[in-house]
């Protein structure tokens, strides 16, 4: 068995997931629970927990009835990756001791705080720095090119 230290959940990663789908969506245009589930590979009922949280977090807008279903927020193409995660999970710390104030006695001292310290600001440089459309965008020209590979036209599944 495989053992993986630290990970972003399961909930996170289809969050993620969700939100490239509705980045990738026309503006406007809102996506059914049922669509989103088929398109992300995630079951309804799971789906349902995510939107939920990140309705909460106010990335993406709920509207129900005829002509309903779920999309982003205004300007939410922007959303950056770092905000869908800690929508998701809260901050993103990598180590207590990172939590400012007095986290930790040994900070004055320790060899190892600015490591954690760069390790830290290198992470939140990189999910930060990236939004949703960004990644829908590059993310639909990945399928493109998996369709124009011989034979696999059949595995290729649409976005929007």
Not at 7 to 35: F, H, S
Not at 88 to 110: A, D, F, H, V, Y
Request: proline share 4%; hydrophobic share 40%.
């Amino acid at each position: 068995m495989v053992h993986f230290g630290m990970q972003i959940t399961r909930a996170t990663d289809y969050a993620v997931r969700v939100m490239v789908q509705l980045a990738a969506l026309p503006q406007g245009e809102k996506a059914q629970l049922t669509a989103l589930g088929s398109a992300t590979g995630v079951s309804v009922s799971f789906l349902s927990k995510v939107l939920q949280r990140l309705v909460h977090g106010g990335l993406v807008t709920s509207h129900r009835g005829t002509g309903g279903g779920f999309c982003l927020r205004p300007h939410g193409e922007k959303t950056t990756l770092l905000q869908v995660i800690e929508v998701m999970e809260g901050p993103t710390l990598l180590n207590q001791c990172l939590i400012s104030g007095l986290s930790c006695n040994r900070k004055p001292w320790c060899g190892v705080h600015p490591v954690w310290q760069k390790a830290q600001a290198a992470l939140i440089g990189v999910l930060g720095n990236v939004s949703v459309a960004e990644m829908a965008k590059d993310t639909l020209a990945g399928l493109a090119r998996q369709a124009e590979s011989p034979g696999n036209e059949d595995d290729v599944v649409r976005l929007g």
